[in-house]
């Protein structure tokens, strides 16, 4: 199977390979999910703070409308942005996540960052992204993780959403959380490219029975346009000889390689594109396989280089 479906630990089950709506741009953005499901693509990956949850929802309701799928036969994802970790804002932030969407509920909603920033109104900010009320002054809110968890059990319970997932989580953190949840989260995202391989945190999230999630599995090509320093230094993944040289064994893409690097180590993988015959290209990166040699290989790139870093935003923090 060229998507085959991967069983949660709740026994949901999702498509290996999603669609990510990461800077998918607003103007294209309905088109491109509309064009994405009659391509196959049946797992959607987006986030309030993607700014694009409206025309998402368009493109799904076209879809719908016209009969090319039912609402039953996608799984729509979104995150919780990081203003609304407070448990009276939770469910605040999720209802207009699903009007937006126009759905009535998700299958999966992931707490976006293990980090709580100081509230803003959606009347006021919406998406507040990282404004806190104060100019560019980013300040933090005495909320705990926990706490926020917790609110996401209780939609879990009104049936606002199926299934609790966590981004950009460490292991210590899991460690914690899996002490004291009530509904086990079934899905991680990451960011997981072979400049940052998170090898142990892997390791334990499966052992776990937590399905990964990549993101940015291209690892600076997917923040050359965010102007990332890191991103700019840094050996573009296409043109490694690592990459290029197994892409040329298989007659294959660097694209395909770096993408079936992750699906072949049992990771779910959300990658975006703004063209419809490279949507449809991802679709089949399942069709060969390495060697065991070749996934070492490219995992020894591995720098700990990470892109996408809580702490290159908030710097030296004011808590409230």
Same mark, same amino acid.
């Given at each position: 199977m060229s998507n085959p479906l991967l069983t949660l630990n709740n026994g949901t089950k999702i498509p290996q390979i999603g669609f990510g709506t990461w800077k998918v741009g607003n103007d294209q953005c309905s088109e491109m999910i509309y064009e994405?499901?009659?391509?196959?693509y049946r797992l959607f990956d987006g986030a309030a703070d993607y700014y694009n949850e409206v025309e998402v929802g368009r493109g799904i309701k076209k879809a719908i409308d016209e009969?090319?799928?039912k609402r039953e036969d996608l799984v729509v994802v979104s995150k919780l942005w990081n203003t609304f970790h407070a448990k009276e804002n939770v469910k605040k932030a999720l209802k207009r996540t699903l009007s937006d969407l126009g759905l009535e509920y998700l299958d999966i909603y992931y707490m976006h960052f293990p980090l709580a920033q100081k509230y803003v109104p959606i009347e006021e900010v919406y998406p507040p992204h990282f404004y806190c009320g104060d100019g560019d002054k980013f300040i933090l809110e005495e909320v705990s993780v926990f706490e926020t968890y917790a609110a996401l059990e209780e939609c879990v319970d009104e049936g606002l959403i199926k299934t609790i997932g966590i981004s950009n989580f460490q292991g210590i953190l899991i460690q914690e959380l899996l002490k004291i949840c009530r509904i086990k989260p079934a899905v991680l995202q990451?960011?997981?490219?072979?400049?940052l391989v998170q090898e142990r945190l892997v390791e334990y999230a499966q052992m776990k029975g937590i399905v990964v999630t990549a993101y940015s599995s291209f690892g600076p090509q997917s923040f050359l346009e965010l102007n990332n320093k890191d991103a700019i230094g840094a050996v573009n993944l296409f043109e490694h000889e690592t990459i290029t040289s197994i892409a040329k064994k298989y007659d294959?893409? *660097?694209?395909?390689?770096?993408l079936r690097w992750a699906t072949q180590r049992g990771l779910a993988i959300i990658p975006k594109s703004n063209k419809v015959e490279r949507l449809k290209a991802n679709l089949l990166v399942n069709s060969f396989s390495m060697t065991d040699d070749e996934l070492a290989a490219i995992a020894s790139l591995n720098r700990n280089l990470r892109f996408n870093d809580p702490w290159?935003?908030?710097?030296? *923090?004011t808590f409230v």
């Open positions: 994405a499901i009659k391509a196959g009969g090319v799928c990451i960011e997981h490219h072979p400049y294959q893409s *660097p694209a395909a390689v770096l290159d935003w908030a710097k030296i *923090p």
